[in-house]
């Protein structure tokens, strides 16, 4: 599985991004994937995860409301909607899938090292 991170760029706070990841290789809808992203200086942070149906999905609850996770199986592409975004928001954002197992279980899927494939990252930079 490739895959290929777009979307960022500079933006105010309060502001909006959508980011895209597009896939290739096997069969999208089998993969989890997911959302981390890794500030200067910082561990990679998760930041949301869909289920290969599109039907769960997971973020936590600090960004619960001002993020949202989808996805388009016939597209083979994962978004990330961000709003209101915040200056501490700020990082590369990356994108990953893995298998469908890792979903179930919390200590797994905001697990980086659970996910086997990574997309390049796109950088995301909010001014106050």
């Known amino acids: 599985v490739q895959l290929q991170a777009s979307g960022g760029g500079l933006v105010q706070a309060g502001d909006s991004l959508r980011l895209s990841c597009a896939a290739s290789g096997r069969d999208f809808s089998n993969n989890v994937m997911a959302w981390f992203r890794q500030a200067p200086g910082k561990e990679r942070e998760f930041v949301a995860v869909i289920s290969g149906s599109g039907g769960t999905t997971f973020i936590p609850d600090s960004l619960k409301g001002r993020f949202t996770i989808s996805r388009v199986n016939a597209k083979s592409t994962l978004y990330l909607q961000m709003n209101t975004l915040k200056p501490e928001d700020t990082a590369v954002y990356f994108c990953?899938?893995?298998?469908?197992?890792?979903?179930?279980?919390?200590?797994?899927?905001?697990?980086?090292?659970?996910?086997?494939?990574w997309g390049q990252g796109t950088q995301v930079t909010v001014s106050s």
């Open positions: 990953a899938a893995g298998q469908q197992g890792i979903i179930y279980a919390k200590r797994n899927r905001e697990n980086a090292g659970k996910y086997e494939y």
